[in-house]
Nanobody, 124 residues
Framework: DVQLRRLGEGLVLVGDSVSLSCAAS????????LGWFRQRPGEERELVAA????????YYADSVKGRFFISKDNAKNIVTLQMNNLKSEDAAVYYC?????????????????WGLGTQVTVSS
């Protein structure tokens, strides 16, 4: 099993930057691909960014390309989502998740383990 612990600040201004991190631990934690999801009120949880277990491949939703960057510290099993030039629509509850395999889909069903949600509030 993999345990995910959330890290980071969640109160920011429009145009500001913030970083969210999750530390993965447990047996075979280093072999899990890691992703960040977000969920806005009244909407489905969506995949924002993901990184393959070896850090070679990444995925970004169109809405965050060029602004958000995901990285994985393979030695510490920490995944970080660097969010830059934040917009009002970026406000959401963000979740980190782990998958035993590199998911082919973009839904939540491909991820077996989940961390607690972090509320990111973007104020103007």
């Amino acid at each position: 099993d993999v345990q995910l612990r959330r890290l980071g600040e969640g109160l920011v201004l429009v145009g500001d930057s913030v970083s969210l991190s999750c530390a993965a631990s447990g047996d075979s934690a280093s072999s899990y691909s890691l992703g960040w999801f977000r969920q806005r009120p009244g909407e489905e949880r969506e995949l924002v960014a993901a990184v393959r277990w070896n850090g070679v491949r990444t995925y970004y939703a169109d809405s965050v390309k060029g602004r958000f960057f995901i990285s994985k510290d393979n030695a510490k099993n920490i995944v970080t989502l660097q969010m830059n030039n934040l917009k009002s629509e970026d406000a959401a509850v963000y979740y980190c998740a782990a998958s035993q395999h590199w998911p082919t889909g973009r839904g939540t069903e491909g991820y077996e383990f989940w961390g607690l949600g972090t509320q990111v509030t973007v104020s103007s």
